[in-house]
T-cell receptor, first 114, second 115 residues
Framework: DAMVIQNPRYQVTQFGKPVTLSCSQT?????MYWYQQKSSQAPKLLFH???????NEADTPDNFQSRRPNTSFCFLDIRSPGLGDAAMYLC?????????????FGEGSRLTVL | AQSVTQPDIHITVSEGASLELRCNYS??????LFWYVQSPGQGLQLLLK??????LVQGIKGFEAEFKRSQSSFNLRKPSVHWSDAAEYFC?????????????FGAGTRLAVHP
């Protein structure tokens, strides 16, 4: 029973054509994260939401935006994808509070930019 | 700044052989420590985690890891590797900050298993 669901699993877009990736969760976790993972590299945190508070990593390009309309859903918007944005995008959820720390990952959305 | 080092990019072992994947971290205090596994084209699956207490932790699929504070290490081990263990393994730390955690990953170790 998938708890963090990402759609689509595979997305092909053209250079400069906006893309939206979605993530939904059934865990009722208050923190949701977006990671970018390029081929043979470690996942890199782009940003996260703590409830409705958006937290951007300092080196995340402006081309990447996110929305969280409610607890269950979070979206990653890439306004003008470039060839360098081709990657696997991983959504994760977690609970705030000490003694936690474990993140639950979706299966990822693989983005191809032509 | 916090960081995670996985010194081995690729490791190849024979099926049935023992395995140890190395992980070293840099952090001012004891962080939360994790090992995740990723099969090709898939998301990340948690193998095991260390928060506190017993420094030898057991995980899924027969994996275990030992936290050694003096060496800032959290090495992953398995006594007998199966062909299905071939995957990429990521060590991660989660420094507690602001009431929640952000995982910092190592670069990963790709495991190949020979029959």
């Amino acid at each position: 029973d998938a708890m963090v669901i990402q759609n689509p699993r595979y997305q092909v877009t053209q250079f400069g054509k906006p893309v939206t990736l979605s993530c939904s969760q059934t865990l009722n976790h208050n923190v949701m994260y977006w990671y970018q993972q390029k081929s043979s590299q470690a996942p890199k945190l782009l940003f996260h939401y703590y409830d409705k508070d958006f937290n951007n990593e300092a080196d995340t390009p402006d081309n990447f935006q996110s929305r969280r309309p409610n607890t269950s859903f979070c979206f990653l918007d890439i306004r003008s994808p470039g060839l360098g944005d081709a990657a696997m995008y991983l959504c994760a959820t977690g609970l705030a509070g000490e003694g936690t720390g474990e993140l639950f990952f979706g299966e990822g959305s693989r983005l191809t930019v032509l | 700044a916090q960081s995670v080092t996985q010194p081995d990019i690729h490791i190849t072992v024979s099926e049935g052989a023992s395995l140890e994947l190395r992980c070293n971290y840099s952090y001012g205090a004891t962080p939360y420590l994790f090992w995740y596994v990723q099969s090709p084209g898939q998301g990340l699956q948690l193998l095991l985690k260390y928060f506190s207490g017993d420094t030898l932790v057991q995980g899924i699929k027969g994996f275990e890891a030992e936290f050694k504070r003096s060496q800032s290490s959290f090495n992953l081990r398995k006594p007998s590797v199966h062909w299905s263990d071939a995957a990429e393994y990521f060590c991660a730390v989660a420094p507690f900050s602001g009431g929640y955690n952000k995982l910092i990953f190592g670069a990963g170790t790709r495991l190949a298993v020979h029959p």
